[in-house]
């Protein structure tokens, strides 16, 4: 017989069983939906990740205060008075890989106009700050370098503050206060929206650097350093000069440990991409539950169905159907459910991630979860339907036709 044949007969089979055929393939479809639409969310949520990291700059490089000990004490980094302004004024001058830069301190409190206000976060930088990070003045202007050098009380509000405090009202020389510090605004950012993990990147306020050490946090350190490379592929040469100059600054020899850290958007894009990554393999396990409880399905009912067609299995045989025969028939028959649960697994798997990027969840289908998919699917058919094809191909005809 050949498998023309074998195929209409499983066609034929499983049509007369049209009901049972379909819950059998339920588990199949669910759990492949259920896989597709997983993986489908950790891309999308990667791809996101990656694509608002590299808005801010994959160029960018960011020095803070490292660990270290203070009167025998292990103190964290937060804590730590180790970045000075020197160190940012020997990296404007001596480094050659490095294009913007800027000294950041910041301070949390609440925004007060008349009766309205609002908690955010002032940071004090420099107007190069606004290049390093992709923001852009929409209405205004930034602050200068003699605003920096006299520490001006004036600042650049982002749009959620300034929604907050003066609904439509024009901010533009308006005076607010900040921890009771009088600040005159002077522009207004453009509008950046929500980050990927929720953060309101337009609820701020910039002001010069020295306005924020003397006048909000009284202190005469940074708290860290904000600066670009010339390109993405000097990333590694900036922060070797970088590491190099403020080693120097801070007399630390060869061997003993930095009280500073260096790190690049680059590094930060890596760790995020790889923590992903375990997130989306983990999604994809915990969905692909669902495939073994299908494939467990598979076999119950190819169980059954060896069992209902004992008598058609002794008469085949009897008149010279091989026992390789009555193997491929059951076993074709459990790929076909195997293989249409997954093609409609997959339909509805796309449209889940389609209707899930409907609510604002970043979603990408890609081509390998798909191909995972339908080989997974014609693996759970051949491992879940040999055991039922083979007890099948090794019956009796004489004890099969006795079969009531």
């Known amino acids: 017989m050949d498998i023309n044949n074998l195929l209409k007969i499983c066609i034929k089979a499983l049509l007369n069983n049209k009901t049972r055929c379909f819950l059998t393939m339920l588990g199949i479809i669910i759990g492949v939906a259920a896989v597709i639409a997983m993986l489908a969310i950790g891309n999308g949520s990667k791809q996101s990740i990656r694509a608002e990291i590299g808005q801010m700059g994959s160029n960018m490089i960011m020095v803070s205060p490292g660990n270290g000990q203070f009167g025998g004490v292990r103190q964290s980094g937060s804590s730590m008075q180790t970045l000075k302004l020197a160190d940012y004024e020997a990296i404007v001058q001596q480094a050659s890989y490095v294009d913007k830069i800027t000294p950041t301190v910041q301070a949390s409190g609440q925004a007060i106009k008349g009766a309205n206000n609002t908690p955010t976060t002032i940071y004090g930088v420099n107007d190069q700050y606004l290049d390093i990070r992709g923001y852009k003045v929409a209405s205004g202007s930034c602050f200068t370098e003699n605003d920096i050098l006299h520490a001006a009380k004036v600042c650049v509000a982002g749009q959620t503050v300034v929604d907050e405090l003066f609904g439509g009202e024009d901010p533009i020389g308006q005076t607010i206060r900040f921890n009771k510090i009088p600040m005159k605004i002077i522009g207004v950012l453009e509008s950046k929206g929500y980050n ?57 020899k060869i061997g003993q440990e930095n009280d500073f850290n260096v790190r690049s958007q680059q590094e930060i894009m890596e760790t995020m991409s790889s923590i992903m990554d375990m997130l989306t393999v983990l999604l994809a396990a915990v969905a692909g539950i669902s495939l073994v409880v299908g494939g467990i399905g598979i076999m119950n009912i190819m169980y059954v169905s060896v069992t209902e067609r004992t008598r058609e299995i002794g008469l085949r045989m009897s008149i010279g159907a091989k026992e390789r025969q009555i193997l491929l028939q059951f076993l074709i028959e459990s790929i076909i459910i195997s293989v249409a649960g997954g093609v409609i697994g997959v339909l509805l798997g796309v449209l889940a991630a389609k209707v899930i990027s409907l609510f604002g969840m970043a979603t990408a289908v890609s081509t390998f979860s798909i191909v995972l998919s339908f080989l997974v699917c014609v693996f759970t058919g051949i491992f879940f339907g040999w055991y039922p094809a083979r007890k099948a191909s090794h019956l009796n005809p004489i004890d099969a036709l006795r079969y009531e």
Do not use: F, W
């Open 196 to 252: 990927s993990m929720g953060m309101d990147q337009d609820d701020l306020l910039l002001a010069p650097y020295t306005t924020v050490q003397k006048r909000i946090l009284a202190i005469n350190y940074v708290q860290g350093i904000t600066c670009s490379a010339l390109s993405e592929e000097y990333n590694d040469q900036a922060i070797d000069e970088i590491t190099r100059i403020i080693q120097t600054n801070h007399g630390i």
